[in-house]
């Protein structure tokens, strides 16, 4: 057997980085309900962003919320991916192309949400990201976030496994790095200098780390597809957990 063609933003590859979206669905969403009952609902029905939204999964759960949601994605390849994926019931999302270092055109103080997704873990210039998300973000607004700390377990799956261990590889190599995977406080002081406060941090896991492991190999033998993914494994949130790998939070712009 060939080994599979792994590359992003293709929808005939082995796309580590929707591979991840579609696990993570459920429990992002879970999170932002969380959160929205911890801020007000008034956020519930305001406008939103998602930075690194890929191919929209994201942005699509957001807007079944009721918001009115804006999807950016550096790629333009994910963007028309997530145009093509789109559908009337879906609600009102807009999808552009953009980096998270430069939001271009999108005016200052005009979402009352922002979730970042595949950003932090992979961007070089942290500080300019978090300083674009406040500029855009209302005051009392909220920035939600998931990312990747940095722990032994953690280089071992996202360097190891996710990107260098053939069976098992997702992604193409380089995409992670020791020095972009930052623990909660290292990313607390980073959202601190862009003016915003760190409200929470909280853990999630594979309820199994096998059924992760099996999931991706049979992903990459092209056992089941990536929307299968959920069903083989689910991922809960830990809250009274130290991370270990991945984690959530969100922090806040002052009134």
Do not use: K, N
């Not at 929205?36 to 890929?54: C, E, I, K, R």
């Not at 919320?65 to 807009?94: K, N, Y």
């Not at 990747?148 to 360097?159: D, E, H, I, K, N």
């Not at 992760?212 to 830990?238: C, E, H, K, M, N």
């Amino acid at each position: 057997m060939s080994a599979p063609r792994i590359q992003l933003d293709s929808a005939d590859a082995i796309d580590g980085r929707h591979i991840r979206a579609v696990a993570f669905q459920q429990v992002r969403l879970q999170y932002v309900r969380r959160t929205l009952d911890t801020v007000g609902a008034a956020t519930a029905g305001g406008p939103a962003l998602v930075v690194g939204s890929g191919r929209g999964d994201l942005a699509r759960g957001l807007a079944r919320l009721g918001m009115d949601v804006t999807a950016l994605d550096p790629s333009a390849a994910a963007t028309e991916l997530a145009r093509r994926r789109s559908d009337p019931g879906d609600g009102a999302v807009t999808y552009r192309t953009a980096r998270a270092e430069d939001l271009g055109e999108l005016p200052d103080s005009s979402f009352a949400l922002a979730y970042y997704a595949d950003t932090f873990e992979i961007t070089a210039d942290l500080d300019r990201v978090l300083a674009e998300a406040a500029r855009v973000l209302r005051p009392g607004g909220v920035l939600v976030y998931d990312t990747v700390t940095r722990t032994p377990v953690s280089r071992l799956v996202y360097l190891g496994a996710f990107q260098s261990f053939p069976p098992t590889r997702i992604v193409p190599p380089g995409r992670y790095s020791a020095e972009r995977l930052r623990r909660p406080q290292e990313m607390a002081d980073a959202l601190a200098r862009a003016g915003l406060t760190s409200e929470d941090v909280c853990g999630f896991a594979p309820r199994s780390p096998r059924a992760l492991v099996s999931a991706v190999l049979a992903r990459r033998r092209g056992r089941i597809g990536d929307d299968q993914i959920p069903g083989v494994v689910g991922f809960a949130l830990a809250p009274d957990h130290t991370p270990v790998v991945t984690y959530l939070g969100f922090a806040r712009m002052p009134h």
